[in-house]
């Protein structure tokens, strides 16, 4: 399977002289800051720390030793339009004050680590008329209810993202092929996560000051969002996933009181595999010739701490809270297993929601060659399995 394409070898030899920026990376972000400000109208006080936290990511990637062109020009050109959401969003909720009385109710959550098929879970229980999963477009220009040519335009601009990054990287197809408007994850609306560190690069002082901080900013700045897309709209319980979710239980639940959680279970072995080729691929994206033996050590630590994180603050919560889905369930016999999901959060399974379930299920099937076994990454199976604990063990169990 190639990883990367020629486009993304040529874009590197093109955008090797404008990439300056790297060197001085605070100057850049600072730059492109006063650029959004100027160009958007909007204020950026009260961002300051947003501004501030997001340079300092910037710094930590523009220190990575095989750090392409591309790689850092990409990481500058969506961090622009990051802010420029940010911006709005705020600039929104001030001057239409009662987006703040927007509840969100019951939101659920899907978690689970990376390949773990929480975006099949996450698609199907988005489909149902009394549900809504934000759409990838709509994350990246949040706004209130506008014009159908506005929303088509916005989604065209969208689109043209991603055609440019299935010719940079084809393999993205395979490993998670993506549209527009489809419901996505919510890191398009989080600032910060360990998906920096998965698409692009160890980055180990960012990671440190990740595993620190507290995270309910960001899950307020999610909510602020919600609220935004549901003012003037019909309310529907929202259905959100993002594998790093797991590790944040306790802030959600601050957060959104009434948080139901599904969470999707697969043998870490089989999980470890797919999640390296996946960050190979990004990786190499973004650098030049990554290290497989970092993205195996990288990938079981963080996936390993993100299932510790879960189990521990799974055992403060309230009887029904998580909702445990086994994978080779869920894949094998949706029609069986995605009926138990609606009624253990508290939904209402239809027939049209049995026909919806056929749409997605019956959906392009895309080829998963993109597996690989652990040995790749530097890694062997039983330290992969020692590295989860008991958790091997009770995926098994779920999923007899």
Known sequence: MRRVSFTAKALNLVLAPSTSGRKRPLEAWAK???????????????????????????????????????????????AKPRLENRLRVKAIAAEHPA??????????FVIGLPRTATSLAHRILAA?????????????????ETSPEVIGKRIDAAAKGIKLMMRVAPSWKVIHPSA????EESMMVLPHGVYHLFLRGLMPEYREWLAARDTTPDYEYLKLALQILQHGREPKRWVLKYPGHLSDIETIRKVFPDATFVWTH???????????SLMETSWSTYQQRPDLHDIGRLAVELTSEAVRKGRESRVALPAGTIVDVPYALLNSDPHHEVPKIYEAIGATWTEKDAGNLDAVVTGPVTDRKHEYGVARY????????????????????LNR
Not at 55 to 60: N, S
Not at 99 to 108: K, N, S
């Open 378 to 397: 530097g890694l062997d199976l039983s330290g992969v399995e020692d590295a989860f604990g008991d958790y091997t063990r009770l995926v098994a169990s």
């Open 128 to 144: 149902s008329d009394d549900h809504r999963g934000p759409y990838m477009w709509e994350m990246l220009h949040t706004d209130l």
């Open 99 to 108: 987006v703040l009385d927007e509840r969100i109710e019951r939101p659920v």
């Open 32 to 78: 492109t800051v006063s650029e959004v400000v100027r160009s958007s109208g909007h204020s950026a006080e009260g961002e300051e720390t947003f501004i501030e936290e997001f340079g300092f990511m910037l710094k930590c990637l523009a220190d990575e030793p095989r750090l392409t062109p591309l790689g850092w020009t990409s990481a500058i050109a969506e």
């Open 180 to 183: 527009v408007d489809i419901p």
């Open 266 to 276: 697969r043998d870490p072995v089989t999980v470890i595999g797919s999640l390296c």
